[in-house]
C-alpha cells in the first residue's frame, strides 16, 4: 500500500527566504506525482504535475522534483511572498493498467511572515 | 468556467438527519471524485465516477452514505443517517479522460453533525 508523508507538517518562514517542501512515498512504481495548495476553506489548486519520466518541472516561482528511486519529491519555492502562505499537498498516481487510485499526503502548513 | 460547483458551502445537521451534498462538474469532463477530508485521516477518496459510472467506490465508509451520477452534469453524494463522526470537508473533483489526467477541485462542502 503506497503511504506518502510530508514533512514538516508546518513550516514558518520570513518573506523573501527560498524553501523547500518535502514529499516521500514508499513505493516507486508511480505514474506521475503531483503538488497542490489548499488555501483556509477552499479546494486544492493544482501547482504541478510530474510525469514518472520527467525529472522536474518549473512554474513562476515554483519547481517541483522528483527522484523515483529514492521515492522523494520536493517543492521549491523562491523568494516566497505572505500570499504563498497556504497548505502544500502532494498526491501520488501509481502505475498499473486502468483505474488506479491517488494517495494524497497529509499536506505541509506554510506560513511566510511579512 | 465557473470551476466545480458545491452546494451547499456549509451544512450543520443533528445526528440521525438526512444530508445530501451536491456536486456540478466543469463541463465537458467525463470523471468525477468525491472525498472527504479531515485532521485524522487527511484527504481520502470516497468514490470515483467514469462517464456517470461508478468505477470504485471502496473508499466509501459504510452503507450509510450513497452516491449518484444520474447525468454527466450532476452528482449528489448522501449519508442517511448522519452521525458525528461524518463531519469532515467533502470536496467533489472533477477531469477529463479519467483518474490520470489532472484533477480540478471544488470549493468543497463543510459538514457538521451535532
Known amino acids: 500500500k503506497q503511504e506518502v508523508t510530508q514533512i514538516p507538517a508546518a513550516l514558518s518562514v520570513p518573506e523573501g527566504e527560498n524553501l523547500v517542501l518535502n514529499c516521500s512515498f514508499t513505493?516507486?512504481?508511480?505514474?506521475?506525482l503531483q503538488w497542490f495548495r489548499q488555501d483556509p476553506g477552499k479546494g486544492l489548486t493544482s501547482l504541478l504535475l510530474?510525469?514518472?519520466?520527467?525529472r522536474e518541472q518549473t512554474s513562476g516561482r515554483l519547481n517541483a522534483s522528483l527522484d523515483k528511486s529514492s521515492g522523494r519529491s520536493t517543492l521549491y519555492i523562491a523568494a516566497s511572498q505572505p500570499g504563498d502562505s497556504a497548505t502544500y499537498l502532494c498526491?501520488?498516481?501509481?502505475?498499473?493498467?486502468?483505474?488506479?487510485?491517488?494517495?494524497f499526503g497529509t499536506g505541509t502548513k506554510l506560513q511566510v511572515i511579512p | 468556467d465557473a470551476g466545480v460547483i458545491q452546494s451547499p458551502r456549509h451544512e450543520v445537521t443533528e445526528m440521525g438527519q438526512e444530508v445530501t451534498l451536491r456536486c456540478k462538474p466543469i463541463?465537458?469532463?467525463?470523471?468525477l471524485f468525491w472525498y472527504r477530508q479531515t485532521m485524522m485521516r487527511g484527504l481520502e477518496l470516497l468514490i470515483y465516477f467514469n462517464n456517470n459510472v461508478p468505477i470504485d467506490d471502496s473508499g466509501m465508509p459504510e452503507d450509510r452514505f450513497s452516491a449518484k451520477m444520474p447525468n454527466a452534469s450532476f452528482s449528489t453524494l448522501k449519508i442517511q443517517p448522519s452521525e458525528p463522526r461524518d463531519s469532515a470537508v467533502y470536496f467533489c473533483?472533477?477531469?477529463?479522460?479519467?483518474?490520470?489526467?489532472?484533477?480540478?477541485f471544488g470549493p468543497g462542502t463543510r459538514l457538521t453533525v451535532l
Open positions: 498526491a501520488v498516481r501509481p502505475l498499473g493498467g486502468g483505474y488506479q487510485k491517488v494517495t
Open positions: 463541463s465537458g469532463h467525463n470523471s
Open positions: 510530474i510525469q514518472s519520466s520527467q
Open positions: 513505493d516507486s512504481a508511480i505514474y506521475n
Open positions: 473533483a472533477s477531469s477529463w479522460g479519467g483518474s490520470y489526467n489532472e484533477q480540478f
